[in-house]
Structure formats: structure tokens, C-alpha cells
T-cell receptor, first 115, second 111 residues
């Protein structure tokens, strides 16, 4: 199906484990983003990518790693999970059109709990 | 100071009433502005883009004030289904097309 999908939808992991959250989009959008949302907070940007093999840090990148070897995939890895990384993670994609940015489309989110 | 700021609310609104709220942004180079709606921490969905001249979509009206660096959203004839968190989003090509979100304004429409 066309769209943007995240997996898994729910994940419980232990402190210190490595966890990878997957994001896949079928539109061939250039831009992809990872946000986290904590209770009482808005969405905060972790990393984003303007194209395959191009990634950049957002507001809260510490403890996370991303890669983008293919346009359609943008996995987010927590190298050594900590309880403070318990959150809802949203992946998004967009295709900019000059001169303004365009809307972003979001995946359904991954609820991650680190115990 | 946050790049995008919103009153978190909640705004308790009687059904059928009008509610309006603002969002301020700090980056004067911002070019694109959006209102997203989010229900119960589900994925945000675009409500409407905000254009310089202001725009309307049914019961929803968005305005942009570049001089004072704020955007507004007005909801007329509020429905129970309008209860949600409204996220102000600012972007600009100079900022790498990143979308920067405000913390959201919660609206509760009550019978």
C-alpha cells in the first residue's frame, strides 16, 4: 500500500539494548524525518534526511543513529537504550517544492518503552 | 526561547462556540506555515496550510502575521469532533525544510 509505515508499532526493551525502529515510504519523497513526542511535549526533531546518504541532526540527536542508504527507508537506531528514551517516535516524509516547504506525512508512530 | 510557541490550553469550548488561538515563531526567515491536528498522540495530520493572505477551509480560518511573527487558527461552530491538539508548524528552505513544531494547543469541545 502507498504511504509511510513504521515498525514495530509497539516495543518494550531493556536498558542498554540496541533497538532499531524502521520507517518505509512509498512516495519517493526526498525528505524524511524522525521525531519523538513525550507526554506534555510537542514533537521534537531527532534527525532528518534530505536525500539518500544525506542526514543531519535535529534538536535531540544524542543517543540515536540514522542511516539512509535507500530513498524509501530511514531506520532509527538507539545504540544503548535508556529510560529517558521511552517515548512515541514518529517518522515523516515530505517532498519540498520551491519556493516553500510542503506538508509532511506521518507514520502511525512507534511506542517505545525502555525498562 | 523555543522556536515555535503555543498556549498549551486546554481551551474548553461549548459546542457551537468559536475559539481562536495563536502561535508565535522566532525565525523571521520562516516561509511555510501549517496547522496540524493530533488526536490522542496518534500521528499528526495536516489541517491546513497558512498563506500570507489568510485562508479559510469550512469552519476553520488561518491567518499569518509576518510583522508580529504569529499565526492564528479560528474554529467556528465548534463540534465535539474538533476536540484535539492543534500543532503549529513552521518551516523554511533556509532551515533545510525541517518542520519545527510548537508544543500544541489542546481544545476540548463540550456539549
Amino acid at each position: 500500500d502507498a504511504g509511510i509505515t513504521q515498525s514495530p508499532r509497539y516495543k518494550i526493551t531493556e536498558t542498554g539494548r540496541q533497538v532499531t525502529l524502521m520507517c518505509h515510504q512509498t512516495w519517493s519523497h526526498s525528505y524524511m524525518f524522525w521525531y519523538r513526542q513525550d507526554l506534555g511535549h510537542g514533537l521534537r526533531l531527532i534527525y532528518y534526511s534530505a536525500a539518500a546518504d544525506i542526514t543531519d541532526k535535529g534538536e535531540v540527536p544524542d543517543g540515536y543513529v540514522v542511516s539512509r542508504s535507500k530513498t524509501e527507508n530511514f531506520p532509527l537506531t538507539l545504540e544503548s537504550a535508556t529510560r529517558s528514551q521511552t517515548s512515541v517516535y514518529f517518522c515523516a516524509s515530505s517532498e519540498p517544492s520551491l519556493p516553500t516547504a510542503t506538508e509532511a506525512f506521518f507514520g502511525q508512530g512507534t511506542r517505545l518503552t525502555v525498562v | 526561547r523555543k522556536e515555535v510557541e503555543q498556549d498549551p490550553g486546554p481551551f474548553n469550548v461549548p459546542e457551537g462556540a468559536t475559539v481562536a488561538f495563536n502561535c508565535t515563531y522566532s525565525n523571521s526567515a520562516s516561509q511555510s506555515f501549517f496547522w496540524y491536528r493530533q488526536d490522542c498522540r496518534k500521528e499528526p495530520k495536516l489541517l491546513m496550510s497558512v498563506y500570507s493572505s489568510g485562508n479559510e477551509d469550512g469552519r476553520f480560518t488561518a491567518q499569518l502575521n509576518r510583522a508580529s511573527q504569529y499565526i492564528s487558527l479560528l474554529i467556528r461552530d465548534s463540534k465535539l469532533s474538533d476536540s484535539a491538539t492543534y500543532l503549529c508548524v513552521v518551516s523554511g528552505l533556509a532551515a533545510g525544510n525541517k518542520l519545527t513544531f510548537g508544543g500544541g494547543t489542546r481544545v476540548l469541545v463540550k456539549p
